[in-house]
């Protein structure tokens, strides 16, 4: 998923929703050998909503038990309290109970595939620039007010394995290396940083495949000019994934490519069928973007689902509207990409700073820019109860997969 700055409701009787998360098409049940631990943060939140049939309901099922869902995706892991795409992220959202976990791959100056959120991305990612690595960056941290650019393909990989993971986070007027990679924000934590382990595609699929959970990679956008490179063309780097995945022996079942190129996911469903027809299409609708990114049109997406584009993700502030009567309802925008026959993924829950309601949120609560109907943090409950039961969603990427969890078992969601 790309970065961002950082309703009346249905009966509260139906315990099950339309979608992948309820599917059984494939006759299997949801891993349950790991042991859910969801922490306190659910409950925190449930305790918190106003009195109402959404509370009484999720009230009911503190007790669990809570087993794993689909429904649960873990976006980069766990990146509310983990470094974004570490093992120890990982670990984390498996033990919420994510039923797939994301790695964002890129790659590096030898060709390997690996786990960030971007090509250039080290320098908040990751120590680097207090490393003699930093001598390697496209351009080097070098004093106060610099603007390093740190990329994995500055890297061979056996360079990228020295690097430890943080949080996503600089201080650009820092007059020390040390001090730039400072900067987490007041509502993340640096608690979980002792240790941020740095991973391969192999590496995660191979984790996920002991945690007992799916593959959702995504294919980054990199640098036209190393990309054919390193890979001779945008295709042979779609393929590559699609190599590493044969060749740790993955159920094409249990993998959910992503890309915002829509050119990669065409590429899957032609060149990998049994892959690419559970590839999902990220849509880059931005309307906070200089200039907006449009949505797209009836016309167009009625054309990207003949092309056989089955799984669409729009940002959930997409799919969501504040009414006149302060509900939180489903946009015109998800009714268009329902009726197009998509099946819809949403990111990115847990994303933004809820504390002081949707007004303040950025980006992922834009729906609301007033903060009519989401006004704490427990309010984000609200925009999940819409997102599942009115526009259906298969699942949303989340950065604390206990709060999808919880709210996923408690409805009955596999």
């Excluded at 995504?218 to 490179?229: N, Q, S, V, W, Y």
């Excluded at 689902?305 to 799984?311: E, Y």
Aim: neutral net charge; proline residues 7%.
């Amino acid at each position: 998923m790309r970065n961002r700055p950082i309703p009346v409701l249905l009966a509260v009787g139906i315990l099950s929703l339309p979608g992948a998360a309820t599917r059984a098409d494939d006759g299997r049940e949801p891993d349950t050998a790991q042991a859910i631990q969801l922490g306190p943060r659910p409950f925190y939140l449930v305790d918190g909503m106003d009195a109402g049939p959404l509370k009484d309901r999720l009230s009911e099922c503190k007790e669990g038990p809570f087993r794993r869902t689909d429904f649960s995706i873990g976006h980069r892991g766990a990146a509310l309290q983990f470094p974004e795409h570490s093992k120890e992220a990982y670990e984390a959202g498996a033990r919420m109970g994510a039923g797939i976990v994301e790695c964002d791959t890129t790659f590096t100056a030898d060709g390997e595939l690996v786990c960030r959120h971007a090509e250039c991305d080290l320098h908040t990612t990751t120590d680097i620039v207090a490393t003699p690595l930093n001598a390697k960056c496209s351009v080097p941290w070098s004093g106060p007010g610099s603007s390093p650019r740190c990329c994995t393909s500055d890297l061979t990989l056996a360079e990228f394995k020295t690097l430890r993971a943080k949080m996503d986070a600089s201080n650009p007027s820092a007059t020390t290396a040390e001090g730039y990679l400072g900067g987490t924000p007041s509502w993340r934590t640096d608690l979980y940083t002792g240790r941020g382990t740095l991973m391969t595609l192999r590496e995660s699929i191979a984790l996920n495949e002991r945690n007992g959970v799916k593959h959702t990679p995504e294919l980054k956008e990199g640098d036209p000019t190393r990309i054919a490179h390193v890979f001779g063309s945008q295709s042979r780097y779609a393929q590559k994934m699609i190599d590493v995945l044969v060749e740790a022996g993955v159920d094409p079942r249990d993998v959910f490519l992503q890309s915002f190129n829509k050119a990669d996911v065409l590429y899957w469903l032609q060149a990998a069928p049994e892959f690419g027809q559970q590839a999902v299409y990220l849509d880059s609708v931005d309307p906070t973007a200089t200039p907006p990114v449009p949505r797209l049109t009836v016309a167009e997406l009625r054309q990207l689902r003949r092309q056989g584009v089955r799984f669409f993700a729009p940002p959930m502030p997409a799919l969501l509207y504040v009414d006149a009567h302060d509900d939180i309802v489903p946009s015109q925008y998800a009714l268009d990409i329902k009726a197009a026959g998509f099946k819809i993924i949403t990111w990115t829950f847990e994303r933004a700073d809820l504390r002081k309601g949707a007004s303040q949120a950025g980006f992922y609560y834009h729906f609301d820019p007033l903060g009519r109907a989401v006004k704490k943090d427990s309010d984000m409950y609200k925009a999940l109860d819409v997102l599942a039961r009115k526009v259906g969603i298969e699942g949303i990427f989340t950065d604390w997969p206990a709060t999808v969890t919880y709210y996923a078992n408690c409805m009955g969601l596999r």
